[in-house]
């Protein structure tokens, strides 16, 4: 694409830069090269712009300067106007334009001695590093644009908050946070880093930037794969649990996949060990302790797993803004025969699913048997639904003692390279059996499936539109637990056919 000889800058585009110089220019002029922003990401940033519309009323009475982000002139005119009427409190969205830096910022609250706060709005539950430089950007075109402000605020929520019922209560569902000597501290470092972005922006070409943690941190990068597609199948990067200062020390000794770390490399612990064995060889790593911790498992095996929620507003009485809500369940039984069973659980109303949830659950686990697991999570449900409800108490936790997670059960004992540095059942499962898999499903991960239950719940989702929703829910819970029972018989099979390794 041609570059335009007059570019903007934005706060996102800012903060950008500040992570990378080459996402800078390539978010600027080469748009298409982004990864699809996933399901689960637009729903982040939907709860994002609901939290922001609500924060709002906790500075009343206020204009909204209503223009679109991409009729920047009219809201930059509009707020203009606001700023000289005494009479408006607040300012939502205002816009301002300084040496090409186009910004609008979430509130701006009036002080009686004609300066104004600088409000920040944030979904998160406390300040992070990464917000004072996007205030700060803000503190430096507010301030060139003749601005006075006194104080900088970031609000987010307060997840200590709880929810009694009705309207919220917005002085304690979020908390305002006094960020002005950090903001300002940083504003000094702000032209530097301006001029560095602007140098950037006049290029031709993407600045030669070589991969590095900057990838995904703060944020991961929108062009991750973009960047990353020349890179060799099992790049260093997917080596478990490797600080990025060893990725650094593995890059300055011209190393880029795991097969190519010399076995002796200074650093490398004993299971990133096995990992570069099991690349470098192309055989799995099959601990020698696989068979007899596979062999803890009693029939008959209950293979469960829980989908949950976790909204940032509260959505029943008595429940913080994002607490963990479990709201279905699969369960796959098998006997010691062979034969399988599925039963399942969704809840399909507004109110509160944790009691049916609970109730349902007790009724469907049969009272012998392995409870297999992957990860410690539903655990932690268990526990915190056995807090809650004392007349369920010693049913749940009789539970977890029954249960044998394998996930660490994957991370103690085998290692496949098709891992590629993940133990995720969405990684383990096609590297052991490439037949089963989730391609043909609407929901493919957790994340979407609390979103499909959101829709399948709010009252305008129409009738056949929630059949869907609900039939897609199953479907993909179901397939977890299959999947860990194909997961469970092809680790079985291994320990059994493979020699075992230290
Ligand atoms: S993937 Fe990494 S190197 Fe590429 S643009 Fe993003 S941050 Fe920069």
Redesign the pocket.
């Known amino acids: 694409m041609p570059k335009t000889t007059d570019p903007t800058l934005s706060k996102t585009r800012f903060t950008s830069g500040l ?2 110089l ?2 800078l220019h ?1 978010g600027t002029y080469s748009r298409e090269l982004a990864d699809p922003v996933p399901a689960s990401q637009q729903a982040l940033f939907d709860s994002g712009t609901h939290v922001g519309v609500l924060a709002r009323q906790r500075f009343p009475d206020g204009l909204l300067i209503d223009a679109p982000y991409n009729a920047h002139s009219r809201a930059v005119t509009s707020t203009s106007k606001a700023l000289s009427d005494a009479f408006i409190p607040a300012i939502y969205e205002a816009g301002f334009d300084f040496e090409n830096i186009r910004i609008r910022v979430d509130i701006l609250s009036r002080n009686s001695d004609h300066t104004f706060n600088l409000i920040e709005v944030k979904s998160s539950t406390s300040v992070k590093p990464e917000h004072i430089p996007d205030a700060a950007i803000q503190l430096h075109v507010l301030e060139g644009s003749g601005v006075p402000i006194g104080k900088t605020f970031l609000m987010h929520i307060d997840n200590t908050y709880v929810y009694q019922g009705g309207d919220y209560d917005l002085d304690k569902l979020f908390r305002l946070e006094d960020i002005t000597d950090q903001a300002r501290s940083y504003l000094q470092s702000v032209p530097g880093s301006l001029a560095a972005m602007w140098e950037a922006l006049h290029l031709d070409e993407t600045p030669p ?1 070589e ?1 590095g943690p ?2 995904t941190r703060p944020y991961r ?1 929108a ?2 794969n973009y ?1 990353h597609k020349s890179l060799p199948e099992h790049h260093i990067e997917q080596l478990p649990r490797a600080k990025p200062e060893f990725i650094d020390k593995l890059r300055a000794a011209g190393i880029q996949d795991i097969g190519d770390i010399p076995p002796d490399f200074p650093g490398l612990s004993a299971n990133q060990q096995r990992v570069r064995n099991a690349v470098a060889t192309g055989r799995p790593y099959v601990g020698p302790e696989l068979a007899d911790a596979l062999s803890q498992a009693t029939y008959p095996l209950h293979f469960l797993d829980f989908e949950t929620f976790n909204a940032a507003l509260p959505a029943y009485v008595g429940t913080r803004p994002y607490q963990v809500i479990p709201f279905q369940w699969s369960l796959h039984v098998q006997d010691s025969s062979g034969a399988l069973s599925n039963i399942s659980f969704l809840h399909d109303g507004s109110d509160d699913p944790r009691e049916a949830f609970t109730r349902s659950l007790l009724d469907a686990i049969g009272p012998q048997g392995t409870i297999l697991v992957y990860s410690s999570y539903e655990q932690t449900i268990i526990w915190q639904l056995a807090d809650l409800f004392p007349q369920y108490q010693e049913r749940l936790s009789a539970l977890p003692g029954r249960f044998l997670d394998l996930l660490a059960l994957v991370r103690a004992h085998f290692y496949h390279p098709n891992f590629h540095g993940s133990y995720s059942i969405k990684a383990v499962l096609p590297a052991l059996d490439p037949d089963l898999t989730y391609s043909d499903l609407d929901i493919q991960d957790g994340s979407l499936a609390s979103i499909y239950f959101a829709k399948m719940i709010a009252p305008d989702t129409q009738a056949h539109e929630r059949e869907r929703l609900r039939n897609a829910l199953i479907r993909y819970c179901e397939r977890d637990t299959l999947a860990m029972v194909h997961v469970l018989a092809a680790l079985q099979s291994m320990s059994q056919t493979t020699t075992p390794q230290s």
Do not use: E, H, S
């Open positions: 992570q990378c080459k996402l390539l930037i991969i900057q990838c990068c062009f991750y960047c």
